[in-house]
């Protein structure tokens, strides 16, 4: 069975504050990671996408991945009242045929 | 703007009936995949579609069942509808067959069953 977890929060973050969102998986299989924002009643929008160790930056967000820990983590800098959302950590074998397995997803909340 | 678009947006279904949900992909893109999000939990994966064919499907019942069309539009068909079955379905598509793309949603269709 594999396994995505997350800590379901909420999470609360000052305006301007780094946050730190973590995921672990268990499948150690896992080639592709991804973390998604889904605000309240809508879509989950992709906002980072990880495939090797170490650190990808993309604007305010940073990803970081872990293969030997099973560990991938996201960090927004600069948080704005406009992050607070629902984010959710996937991870993929590869191939596609198995699909994405999801977190439960973390809810953040960033105070003005 | 994913390029994804699904319909309808809101359902209202009772139990017992059946239900087809449809989803555009996005241009060039061959393969697409479809999800569901029950409140308060991550997506699941159902199945993925490529060339018409399914070729990857998730811990769900044969009454969940798909097409994919030529223009690579695609339909999710569910029979016998549950009470349980009430979530966001979202779809997916990706170009260049199944592999590690990142998957962009479209809007979802919310079905609620009664």
């Known amino acids: 069975q594999k396994e995505v977890e997350q800590n379901s929060g909420p999470l609360s973050v000052p305006e301007g504050a780094i946050a730190s969102l973590n995921c672990t998986y268990s499948?150690?299989?896992?080639?592709?990671f991804f973390w998604y924002r889904q605000y309240s009643g809508k879509s989950p929008e992709l906002i980072m996408s990880i495939y090797s160790n170490g650190d990808k930056e993309d604007g305010r967000f940073t990803a970081q991945l872990n293969k030997a820990s099973q560990y991938v983590s996201l960090l927004i800098r600069d948080s704005q009242p406009s992050d607070s959302a629902t984010y959710l950590c996937?991870?993929?074998?590869?191939?596609?045929?198995?699909?994405?397995?999801f977190g439960k997803g973390t809810h953040l909340i960033i105070q003005p | 703007e994913t390029g994804v678009t699904q319909s309808p947006t809101h359902l209202i279904k009772t139990r017992g009936q059946q239900v087809t949900l449809r989803c555009s992909s996005q241009?060039?893109?061959?393969?697409v995949s479809w999800y569901q999000q029950a409140l308060g939990q991550g997506p699941q994966f159902i199945f993925q579609y490529y060339r018409e064919e399914e070729n990857g499907r998730g811990n769900f019942p044969p009454r969940f069942s798909g097409l994919q069309f030529p223009n690579y539009s695609s339909e999710l068909n569910v029979n016998a509808l549950e009470l349980d079955d009430s979530a966001l379905y979202l779809c997916?598509?990706?170009?260049?067959?199944?592999?590690?793309?990142?998957?962009?949603f479209g809007n979802g269709t919310r079905l609620t069953v009664t």
């Open positions: 996937a991870v993929s074998r590869g191939g596609g045929a198995d699909g994405l397995t």
């Open positions: 241009s060039g893109h061959n393969t």
């Open positions: 499948d150690r299989g896992s080639q592709s």
């Open positions: 997916a598509s990706s170009p260049r067959g199944p592999n590690n793309s990142p998957l962009h």
